[in-house]
Antibody, heavy 117, light 105 residues
Framework: QVQLQESGPGLVKPSQTLSLTCTVSGGSISSGSYYWSWIRQPAGKGLEWIGRIYTSGSTNYNPSLKSRVTISVDTSKNQFSLKLTSVTAADTAVYYC?????????WGQGTLVTVSS | DIQMTQSPSTLSASVGDRVTITCRASQNINSWLAWYQQKPGKAPKVLIYKASSLETGVPSRFSGSGSGTEFTLTISSLQPGDFATYYCQQYNTYSFGQGTKLEIK
């Protein structure tokens, strides 16, 4: 059974960089034709796809966030990561990692990141 | 960018009711649509993929239909655990609908 787990700081200061890691267990991140995505959800609001990575390193990003987002993968650690720069209060949300490539069949439990000084 | 619009935003229903949620895409997405159920404090759970395929383990009272730009999720007989928020998602460029909150009447 594949499991995903997000980790990283729960509090980030405005203008700084948000960094999260998703650790995949129960299977190799490199096996199968899967893409690995980040999705976020502000409190009481809907879901927003941030971007995805294939294990080759190929990435796709939401155009609305593209200038601030970097997603990377470390296959040796079975992890992929998110960096979001120049954060503001509008980036406060629960951040999820999930497995694609089409619908998202496995999700992490989510981690709340608050942007505040 | 492909916009996904769900209706209604809120739906009040009773246990045993048949309910339908609609999702419209701003352009043709063929059958590249999924439906998710989300309960408070939990990650979304996929119910339907490719518009009408039932995810393994999901009860058969859930069904999906549609193609192109108009899609529906139907729950044939509501159970107590079905009261949640439902999202559609197109997986051409991955945008989600705004959600439909299904609440107890």
């Amino acid at each position: 059974q594949v499991q995903l787990q997000e980790s990283g700081p729960g509090l980030v200061k405005p203008s700084q960089t948000l960094s999260l890691t998703c650790t995949v267990s129960g299977g190799s991140i490199s096996s199968g034709s899967y893409y690995w995505s980040w999705i976020r959800q502000p409190a009481g609001k809907g879901l927003e796809w941030i971007g995805r990575i294939y294990t080759s390193g190929s990435t796709n990003y939401n155009p609305s966030l593209k200038s601030r987002v970097t997603i990377s993968v470390d296959t040796s650690k079975n992890q992929f990561s998110l960096k979001l720069t120049s954060v503001t209060a509008a980036d406060t949300a629960v951040y999820y990692c999930a497995r694609g490539p089409a619908h998202f069949d496995y999700w992490g439990q989510g981690t709340l990141v608050t942007v505040s000084s | 960018d492909i916009q996904m619009t769900q209706s209604p935003s809120t739906l009040s229903a009773s246990v045993g009711d048949r309910v339908t949620i609609t999702c419209r895409a701003s352009q043709n997405i063929n059958s590249w649509l999924a439906w998710y159920q989300q309960k408070p404090g939990k990650a979304p759970k996929v119910l339907i993929y490719k518009a009408s395929s039932l995810e393994t383990g999901v009860p058969s009272r859930f069904s999906g239909s549609g193609s192109g730009t108009e899609f529906t999720l139907t729950i044939s007989s509501l159970q107590p655990g079905d009261f949640a928020t439902y999202y559609c998602q197109q997986y051409n460029t991955y945008s989600f609908g705004q959600g439909t909150k299904l609440e107890i009447k």
